[in-house]
């Protein structure tokens, strides 16, 4: 079957670093997809992993390990408006999204 | 028109009654998706369209339909409202294959 895990919900500190993990099972594995959700709107992409190895983006990174079905989010110095869900999603071989429930992640002063 | 609207914002709708979401994307996307989001649950495809003309079923499908008559519009039909149907529902669309999918604004939608 095809099965995504997250965390639901992290805690983190303002200016530190927070690493979100993703489990997945896919069939005909095509990617995998990162979003950020603050409460109330829309998903919005943040990053796309389809070969193994480290993505960076600023202060957020990615990274795929396809063999072990393992994905990561690394956000770092963290700010305040980084509170939000973080949404993990594979692509499976119909070009289809498999989503994860969501990260929330809490960010205290 | 930039990006993806939908349309109410907000809904409260009486069980058993008929009601239309509407999408419209201004990006010449091909494919477009209907997903609803509920409490503690994942996105969940109900319906997709990889091209204008053409739809498909998602992992939820029951007691929804879709049109998809132009390349820019993909409305979503509730036919007969149940309680269950009480969600966010938002409309996503993106160019092909392993394409980013942009999200519109959502409509939150009670059944009551």
């Known amino acids: 079957g095809q099965n995504i895990d997250q965390p639901t919900e992290m805690t983190a500190t303002e200016g530190a670093i927070v690493q979100i993990n993703c489990t997945y099972q896919t069939s005909g594995f095509n990617g995998l997809f990162w979003y950020q959700q603050h409460a109330g709107e829309a998903p919005t992409f943040l990053s796309y992993n389809v070969l193994d190895g480290l993505e960076e983006k600023g202060r957020f990174s990615s990274f795929l390990s396809r063999s072990k079905g393992y994905s990561y989010l690394l956000l770092k110095e963290l700010q305040m408006k980084d509170s939000a869900s973080y949404l993990c999603?594979?692509?499976?071989?119909?070009?289809?999204?498999?989503w994860g429930a969501g990260t929330k992640l809490i960010i205290k002063p | 028109i930039a990006g993806i609207t939908q349309a109410p914002t907000s809904q409260i709708l009486a069980a058993g009654r008929r009601m239309t979401l509407r999408c419209t994307q201004d990006?010449?996307?091909?494919?477009m998706y209907w997903y609803r989001q509920d409490l503690g649950l994942g996105l969940r495809l109900i319906h997709y369209?990889?091209?204008?003309?053409?739809?498909g079923k998602g992992e939820v499908p029951d007691g929804y339909s879709v049109s998809r008559a132009n390349t820019d519009d993909f409305p979503l039909t509730l036919a007969s409202a149940v309680p269950s149907q009480t969600s966010v529902y938002f409309c996503?669309?993106?160019?092909?294959?392993?394409?980013?999918?942009?999200f519109g604004p959502g409509t939150r939608l009670t059944v009551l």
């Open positions: 369209s990889n091209t204008a003309g053409t739809t």
């Open positions: 999603a594979s692509m499976d071989s119909n070009y289809q999204l498999i």
């Open positions: 996503a669309s993106s160019g092909a294959g392993t394409d980013t999918q942009y």
């Open positions: 990006m010449r996307h091909n494919a």
